[in-house]
């Protein structure tokens, strides 16, 4: 819903701020007072072309604001959320349009985005009617989903059980097209994964294999240097060099002194009990490095053997992976892809019947689809000219038509094409909605189609604009009451020229004009009790005469009949 327009510099207004509220909401004032700007000032809003001659002459630029409630336009905040515009919860939707000579900025919650972006989003905002932009009925694109709609929850579910049925159709088919491929390349494709299982299953690879032989190599490599490390450590520390005596036994001969020292120096003890250990652990390791130095060997033919080992191990790595895991991971890939492809003639045949089935259920959905829109679309079109003729459209005729498609095509909507046509006079052929050449007789059948599909279509905000082109009499108490019954589930805001559909409006502003320092400027006023009464007076007659004025009290008396 449309909450607040503020606009600065926009045509003949300079400053202006405008509140909207629930309900029908009447604008009114004399001809050229700014109405239309005002309107004109929302198209912008809403994606329209902007013109540079749109800025007030004198300023630099023009700034439209409109501020907008979203909550509960799930339509609206789908797109949003899409573009990562949904406002955080319980604040408006801010929408800025700035023209600056020719250029033009759009912003969205301080965000800025192009017009193609404004259009996306208004097209759920605001549906205006009367001219041939951000009017939803006049999309063809839209016709068959409001007919759906119409039709109501079991078409809906019918149409999404179509829809699923498709999807799942069209997986179905490409799985079957992709075993259908080329048979030279499933082939080719056979022997290379059959041979290259083959290739893997002959190096006979044992997990962590490669890390083992690299660890073996290296100890090899170096078996000299590391056999008389160990001999060197055992004579220093244990058996003792040809000219020096060992570690150990001079750690003795220290120990010995230390004892004898004892008796006259008691401090010694702790001390002495620290080499005395040290030396028990000095014959423990002495003894570990001669056992280690005992159990190694070197085989002449094993570094041969290893380097060959690992040799075959880098030319499988360089094919297939970086370690023997990843090696034997994709032998376990390869033979589930072979043992996919071996099955494949099954799958085939399992596809082959889930695609008849499926297109057995889709031709039965599409054909239950057509029967409730046939019937959706009859009645609709009825009713639209039932209420046009109470719009003083004696002569129109209004239809839904329906087209078939090709019946053996699968379309995501069904097999049905759908239009809205409509011809204005009695003998003239119906034409597409987007071909009426009239502004007065576009908003009435506006009028009509909102007043059938009232709580089907979701926009929240209707604008009406010269929907009372050529309309007086009782014609004009019909167009109000409708306009009234369409505002009971919808914002409407509605530019009028009749004082019926004013004293029908919850809300009337009256927009006026005034002239000072040689430039016209426009303001609003929102109008009730007296000022409302004199307003309305001024629309019946054009002079406030005690007459009009009771003729006005009596139309705003009567407004709640109308609404």
Same mark, same amino acid.
């Not at 028990?280 to 041969?304: G, H, N, V, W």
């Not at 008849?356 to 009713?383: C, F, H, I, P, V």
């Given at each position: 819903m449309?909450?607040?327009?503020?606009?600065?510099?926009?045509?003949?207004?300079?400053?202006l701020e405008v509140?909207?509220a629930?309900?029908?909401?009447?604008?009114?004032?004399?001809?050229?007072?700014?109405?239309?700007?005002?309107v004109?000032?929302?198209?912008l809003?809403?994606g329209?072309?902007?013109?540079?001659?749109?800025?007030?002459?004198?300023?630099?630029?023009a700034?439209?604001?409109g501020?907008?409630?979203?909550?509960?336009?799930?339509?609206?905040?789908?797109?949003?959320?899409e573009?990562?515009?949904?406002?955080d919860?319980?604040?408006?939707?801010?929408?800025?349009?700035?023209?600056?000579?020719?250029?033009?900025?759009?912003?969205?919650?301080?965000r800025?985005?192009?017009?193609?972006?404004?259009?996306?989003?208004?097209?759920?905002?605001?549906?205006?009617?009367?001219?041939?932009?951000?009017?939803?009925?006049?999309?063809?694109?839209?016709h068959?989903?409001?007919?759906?709609?119409?039709?109501?929850?079991?078409?809906l579910?019918? /149409?999404?059980? $179509?829809?699923?049925?498709?999807?799942?159709?069209?997986? !179905?088919?490409k *799985?079957? +097209?992709? =075993? @259908?491929g080329?048979?030279?390349?499933?082939?080719?494709?056979i022997?290379?994964?059959?041979?290259?299982?083959?290739?893997?299953?002959?190096?006979?690879?044992?997990?962590?294999?490669?890390?083992?032989?690299?660890?073996?190599?290296?100890?090899?490599?170096?078996?000299?240097?590391?056999?008389?490390?160990?001999?060197?450590?055992?004579?220093?520390?244990?058996?003792?060099?040809?000219?020096?005596?060992?570690?150990?036994?001079?750690?003795?001969?220290?120990?010995?002194?230390?004892?004898?020292?004892?008796?006259?120096?008691?401090e010694?003890?702790?001390? /002495?009990?620290? $080499?005395?250990?040290s030396?028990?652990?000095?014959?423990? !390791?002495?003894? *570990?490095i +001669?056992? =280690? @130095?005992?159990?190694?060997?070197?085989?002449p033919?094993?570094?041969?053997?290893?380097e060959?080992?690992?040799?075959?191990?880098?030319?499988?790595?360089l094919?297939?992976?970086?370690?023997?895991?990843?090696?034997?991971?994709?032998?376990?890939?390869?033979?589930?892809?072979?043992?996919?492809?071996?099955?494949?003639?099954?799958?085939?045949?399992?596809?082959?019947?889930d695609l008849?089935?499926?297109?057995?259920?889709?031709?039965?959905?599409a054909?239950?689809?057509?029967?409730?829109?046939t019937?959706?679309?009859?009645?609709?079109s009825?009713?639209?000219?039932?209420? $046009?003729?109470?719009?003083?459209?004696?002569?129109?005729?209004?239809?839904?038509?329906?087209?078939?498609?090709?019946?053996?095509?699968l379309?995501?909507?069904?097999?049905?094409?759908?239009?809205f046509?409509?011809?204005?006079?009695?003998?003239?052929?119906?034409?597409?909605?987007?071909?009426?050449?009239?502004g007065?007789?576009?908003?009435?059948?506006?009028?009509?189609?909102?007043?059938?599909?009232?709580?089907?279509?979701?926009?929240?905000t209707?604008?009406?604009?010269?929907?009372?082109?050529?309309?007086?009499?009782?014609?004009?108490?019909?167009?109000?009451?409708?306009i009234?019954?369409?505002s009971?589930t919808?914002?409407?805001?509605?530019?009028?020229?009749?004082?019926?559909?004013?004293a029908?409006?919850?809300?009337?502003?009256?927009?006026?004009?005034?002239?000072?320092?040689?430039?016209?400027?426009?303001?609003?006023?929102?109008?009730?009790?007296?000022?409302?009464?004199?307003?309305?007076?001024?629309?019946?007659?054009?002079?406030?005469?005690?007459?009009?004025?009771?003729?006005?009290?009596?139309?705003?008396?009567?407004?709640?009949?109308?609404?």
């Amino acid at each position: 819903m449309l909450e607040r327009l503020l606009i600065s510099d926009f045509a003949v207004i300079e400053e202006l701020e405008v509140s909207f509220a629930a309900g029908l909401t009447a604008l009114t004032g004399e001809t050229g007072a700014g109405k239309s700007i005002i309107v004109d000032a929302l198209h912008l809003l809403l994606g329209a072309k902007a013109n540079p001659e749109m800025i007030r002459s004198g300023s630099e630029r023009a700034v439209v604001q409109g501020v907008f409630r979203v909550q509960g336009n799930n339509d609206a905040l789908a797109v949003l959320e899409e573009l990562g515009l949904v406002p955080d919860e319980g604040e408006d939707l801010l929408i800025v349009r700035e023209l600056q000579g020719n250029r033009s900025t759009c912003r969205v919650n301080g965000r800025l985005v192009n017009v193609g972006t404004l259009r996306d989003i208004g097209v759920f905002l605001v549906d205006m009617h009367g001219q041939h932009e951000h009017q939803s009925l006049l999309r063809k694109a839209a016709h068959l989903a409001l007919v759906d709609k119409y039709a109501g929850p079991v078409a809906l579910s019918v /149409l999404l059980q $179509l829809r699923e049925t498709l999807a799942q159709y069209r997986k !179905a088919e490409k *799985e079957l +097209a992709e =075993l @259908k491929g080329d048979a030279r390349e499933r082939a080719r494709l056979i022997d290379l994964l059959e041979f290259q299982i083959a290739e893997i299953d002959a190096a006979e690879l044992l997990p962590d294999e490669d890390h083992r032989l690299r660890d073996e190599r290296e100890q090899l490599l170096h078996f000299e240097k590391t056999s008389a490390a160990l001999m060197r450590s055992y004579e220093v520390l244990y058996a003792g060099l040809p000219r020096d005596r060992s570690i150990l036994d001079r750690l003795g001969t220290v120990l010995q002194d230390l004892k004898d020292a004892r008796r006259y120096c008691p401090e010694l003890e702790p001390h /002495l009990e620290t $080499l005395q250990q040290s030396s028990y652990l000095i014959e423990d !390791a002495s003894r *570990e490095i +001669a056992s =280690l @130095k005992e159990s190694l060997s070197f085989e002449p033919f094993r570094l041969q053997e290893i380097e060959e080992r690992l040799d075959v191990l880098s030319r499988l790595r360089l094919k297939y992976g970086d370690s023997v895991e990843q090696i034997l991971a994709f032998r376990e890939e390869a033979v589930a892809t072979l043992a996919r492809i071996h099955d494949s003639a099954a799958r085939v045949e399992t596809l082959t019947r889930d695609l008849q089935r499926l297109r057995s259920l889709y031709d039965s959905l599409a054909g239950e689809l057509s029967k409730l829109r046939t019937q959706a679309a009859a009645n609709l079109s009825a009713r639209a000219e039932s209420v $046009l003729q109470e719009l003083g459209l004696q002569g129109a005729r209004f239809s839904a038509q329906m087209t078939p498609r090709d019946s053996q095509g699968l379309y995501s909507e069904g097999r049905d094409d759908l239009e809205f046509l409509f011809s204005a006079n009695l003998g003239e052929e119906l034409r597409s909605l987007s071909r009426i050449a009239s502004g007065g007789e576009i908003s009435r059948v506006m009028l009509a189609l909102k007043t059938v599909l009232s709580g089907i279509d979701d926009i929240p905000t209707l604008v009406f604009d010269e929907i009372d082109s050529g309309v007086g009499g009782r014609t004009a108490y019909s167009v109000a009451e409708k306009i009234a019954e369409v505002s009971d589930t919808r914002q409407v805001l509605c530019i009028t020229h009749l004082p019926q559909i004013a004293a029908a409006a919850h809300n009337h502003i009256f927009v006026t004009k005034r002239e000072a320092e040689g430039r016209t400027f426009t303001r609003v006023l929102s109008l009730a009790g007296e000022q409302r009464e004199a307003e309305i007076a001024r629309m019946l007659g054009g002079n406030v005469s005690e007459a009009a004025l009771r003729h006005a009290r009596e139309l705003l008396e009567s407004r709640r009949k109308l609404t």
